[in-house]
Structures are given as C-alpha cells and as structure tokens.
C-alpha cells in the first residue's frame, strides 16, 4: 500500500502560527508523526510522501491546495491518504477532512483519519473517511497512530470496513445493505417488548437529540439599555493570575474593566488563547475585547451604561457541556447585576 500522509505546518516542523499560512508543499517519505506512523506500519505499507500545509492556507487558498493535494497523490500513485490525527485542533481537523474529500471524492482513495469528537472537522467530512476516536490533544499521539494504522492495515489488506463500532470508527452516515434473518418487522416487535419490559435495546436507527433554545426577545431602546461585554478569547490581566487554560478552559473569571485593562480602551492584558496566533491581541486587546468601542457607544448615547465588570474564558476546545453550565452562571450574575443585554466576542 502506498501512503500520502497529510499534515499541517506544526506537525510539519514548519512553525507554530506563525507559519499558519504556509504554502502546500510535498516532501519524499514519513516526517514528524508519520515516522512512528510508519514503524506501526511495518514494511507492507510504506509513506511514499508528506503533505505538509498550514492550516490557514488550505482553508484560504482552495483554489490551489486542490489541483496542489490532487497532483501531489497522483505522482505518489497513492493508495490511501492519512491525515493528521488532527485531535480536537478545529483548523487543523477542517484542512485534515478537507484533504479526505479531495481524495475520495476525485480520486476515489480511502482516507484515514483521527479526530476528538467534538473537532468541527468530524461533522463535516466524516462521510469522507474512516476517521478514529482520538484524545484531544497531541499528548495522547502514540495512541491515536495506533488506532489509525489497525484501519490501515486493514484497509491494505482488502478488507471492507462496515461496522463503526467493531471497526473503531466514528459512523459515516453511508447506508449499506446487510441481510438479517429476521425481518424488519419482527426485530421491531423485539426491540418494543425489551422497551416495554425496560430491558436493554439497541435501535438500528438511532435519532438526534436537538436542544431547544428560545432566544431572548430583542433589546427594544439600546439607548436605555445596560450592556455587558463578553468573551472567548482569553484577554486575561497580565500574567494571567487565574490561570486560565489554554485549551479546554475548566473556568471563568469575572474581572472589572477599569481596574484589570483600562478606562476607555483594554490598554493592559494578554492572550492566553491557544489555537490561534496572540500577537495582535497582545498588540492591541481591544481587537480581542472591544471596550474602547463600546465606551465609544456609551459616550455617544448609543447604549445606556456599560456594565463595570467582563467575563473572561478560553472558548478553544471547550465542550459544549461546560460551555453551557459557564453560561448559566453568567447568565445569572448578570440578571443579578440587572444587566438587560451582552456582546460576547471570540477569535
């Protein structure tokens, strides 16, 4: 089997966001993880070459990283493309599945790929590859690889990959046809009495749960209406005393505007987002947390008062479970504060 493997510009020891911006490039044999990849593999299987992109390249420039991808596996002669694992790296998972489609769908190759269960890649592209449940981040690299190399190999050895749970893969949403010698009608009749008699079922086809939000009714006179600011982004007091996570933020802090960044505009702080390059919020924190504009409005009449306090989390990575009890408790030290609408910013 001969293998493309796609990666980004870090795992490509390119550079970090600095070089998020780096221009496809094709390089002979395994580079960075595909050299452990490679030894899973064995002598079967070879990484005949790397794709090497920054993230926001490939997603900026789709109009040369496709022919660029599509070339690239067409000189290797590829029988397969791998990409990442690109854990819970929301950037990084979207170029990773993006890769996929090109190959499967222009070339028909198989795709293998890793991702955390809440990477935005997933939902998108998972029609386009046998992608594997992974940790969310790079720590857990060794064991992500071993998983997509099982596939792999199977995959080089002709088998037919059917069943997301015995396989070791994320559902794809491909139907296909399979033979039971039970009817359909029957096993619906079993599946009924287990539901009634509250022992254990398994549907075969499972439906989604959708939360129902009802949104607040629209602030009617802005011009008598307390504002709050809000945001993801991580503009945190210098040396971040609250310790907020980079990545998969367990907090967040509520800071009060004038003391912690400034009276009319964030002149003190720091990024401590991950995920994203900080030079140009540490450069001017009002790109990450607008107070010099919303002072502006309050000045103008534009907004009644400005709220006195901001909260501040790190949206990179969070699950939406803790992004929902985050919001809750916000949600009620504002109405508290007898605070009538808020502006969250992110990245």
Do not use: W
């Amino acid at each position: 089997m001969r293998i493309v493997h796609y990666i980004n510009q870090f795992f490509g020891q390119v550079g970090g966001e600095s070089e998020a911006g780096y221009p496809l490039e094709v390089r002979k044999g395994p580079i960075g993880p595909g050299k452990l990849l490679q030894e899973m593999l064995g002598q079967e299987d070879e990484i005949v070459s790397t794709i090497v992109c920054g993230d926001n390249f490939f997603v900026e420039n789709p109009e040369r990283v496709e022919p660029e991808l599509l070339a690239a596996l067409e000189d290797a002669k590829a029988d397969i493309l791998v990409a990442g694992p690109a854990f819970n790296a929301g950037r990084y998972g979207m170029a990773c599945g993006g890769a996929c489609q090109i190959a499967y769908e222009e070339l028909d190759i198989d795709a293998v790929s890793g991702m955390y269960e809440e990477n935005p890649g997933l939902e998108l592209y998972r029609k386009h590859a046998y992608i594997v449940p992974v940790q969310d981040s790079a720590r857990h690299m060794k064991d992500a690889l071993e998983k997509m190399s099982v596939l792999i190999k199977r995959l080089s050895e002709g088998e037919k990959l059917y069943d997301p749970e015995v396989d070791g893969f994320y559902q794809r949403g491909i139907r296909k046809n399979t033979f039971s010698d039970k009817t359909g009608a029957q096993r619906s009749i079993e599946m009924l009495l287990k539901k009634i008699n509250r022992e254990e079922f398994e549907t075969e086809l499972p439906m989604p749960v959708f939360e129902k939000v009802i949104p607040s009714p629209a602030v009617s006179d802005m011009a008598q209406t307390r504002l709050a600011l809000l945001t993801s982004g991580g503009m945190v007091p210098f040396g971040n005393p609250d310790h907020l996570e980079a990545c998969n933020c367990t907090k967040y802090r509520r800071y009060n505007l004038e003391e912690m960044y400034g009276r009319e505009a964030v002149s003190s702080g720091e990024v401590v987002h991950g995920g994203y390059d900080p030079a140009y919020g540490n450069e001017n924190g009002n790109r990450i947390l607008p107070l010099d504009a919303a002072k502006l409005l309050e000045k103008e009449g534009r907004i009644g008062e400005l709220f006195e306090d901001v909260f501040v989390t790190v949206g990179n990575g969070m699950g939406t479970d803790q992004a929902a009890v985050f919001g809750d408790e916000i949600a009620t030290e504002l109405m508290d504060a007898e605070v009538h609408a808020a502006i969250m910013t992110s990245t």
